[in-house]
């Protein structure tokens, strides 16, 4: 009799023991809940016979499509715009997208088919974003390492305003055209090239290409040159022509690297239609002087 007593007071002891773990695991997936961050979606309609346009602040870098009922595509010379239309006539369920952009906002929305609908034309700016107040973070890119895309911007933005001039050594001027390094910086494995162009012709010089390539200082005749080419994995603006009288700079940004002493790193400007071609060679020794640019909006922005 004891031991049946015993033996009924154990199953209990256990049977409010799960019960408690159950309770604490849905707390705590409650909680988990609560900590996510909700994407409000834009609601959106499209038609048929008409074609819908949404302006974002930055490139398009991504775009996904919910159903087949919808087809999208970006014009060839406008990345921030995005065409959406209905690829089938009053469809009735409702369906969505999403976009990420170059500065790693993502953006989500709900489509429903309207025959005639009263607007066609969208633009989000940052001001309606931050209407909506959304709070999410940005999304990270493989090639930008741990900073986000926002971020990497901001760090140009700033060496592009601070305007500094430390490399005093590395230039050209030919045919009435100056190129410059001013400064190399660095942040998170990241490199940052801040050039400038100076035209000082009436003649304006339209830009085909920028190459970034490492090379042997020393070429001897029928040697094979080996090259090693440097992608700028981000750029501060697009420049595609310097006009007489005036001065352009801009900002690349590229995955660390260093180079042995019998090579140098060619920064190539090519004329487009043009033979004015610009050349800067930086040395090893250069990259290593490189200074550090640190998060905008501090006391200390660049050191």
């Known amino acids: 009799m004891k031991t049946a007593v015993k033996n009924t007071l154990m199953l209990l002891i256990l049977m409010l023991g799960c019960t408690s773990i159950t309770h604490g695991q849905d707390a705590l997936y409650t909680n988990a809940k609560k900590n996510l961050t909700i994407i409000e979606p834009y609601s959106i309609e499209v038609t048929f016979d008409k074609t819908t346009h949404l302006l974002f602040p930055s490139g398009i870098r991504y775009v996904d499509l919910g159903s087949t009922n919808l087809v999208a595509s970006k014009p060839e010379d406008a990345g921030n715009v995005l065409r959406v239309k209905a690829s089938v006539r009053d469809f009735e369920e409702e369906t969505n997208f999403s976009v990420i952009t170059e500065d790693g906002t993502f953006y989500s929305f709900n489509v429903s088919y309207n025959s005639c609908p009263r607007v066609t034309n969208y633009s989000l700016t940052k001001t309606v ?111 595609d022509e310097v006009k007489g009288k005036t001065v352009s700079r801009n900002v690349f940004v590229l995955d660390q690297f260093t180079i042995a002493d019998d090579k140098v790193l060619r920064i190539e400007l090519h004329e487009k239609n043009g033979s004015r071609l610009q050349v800067l060679e930086i040395k090893n020794s250069h990259l290593l002087k490189s200074k550090l640019v640190k998060k905008p909006h501090t006391a200390e922005d660049l050191e």
């Open 129 to 239: 974003m931050s209407e909506r107040e959304w709070s999410s973070k940005p999304i990270l890119f493989k090639e930008l390492g741990t900073n986000s895309p926002n971020m990497v911007d901001e760090l140009m933005e700033e060496i592009y305003k601070q305007d500094k001039h430390f490399i005093k050594q590395i230039g050209t001027r030919k045919f009435g055209i100056e190129f410059l390094l001013k400064g190399i910086y660095i942040n998170d494995d990241k490199f940052y090239f801040h050039t400038q162009i100076r035209n000082s012709s009436f003649v304006s010089f339209p830009i085909d290409f920028i190459n970034f390539k490492v090379v042997d200082k020393k070429k001897a005749k029928r040697t094979v040159v080996q090259e090693v080419i440097k992608h700028p994995i981000r750029v501060y603006k697009s420049i």
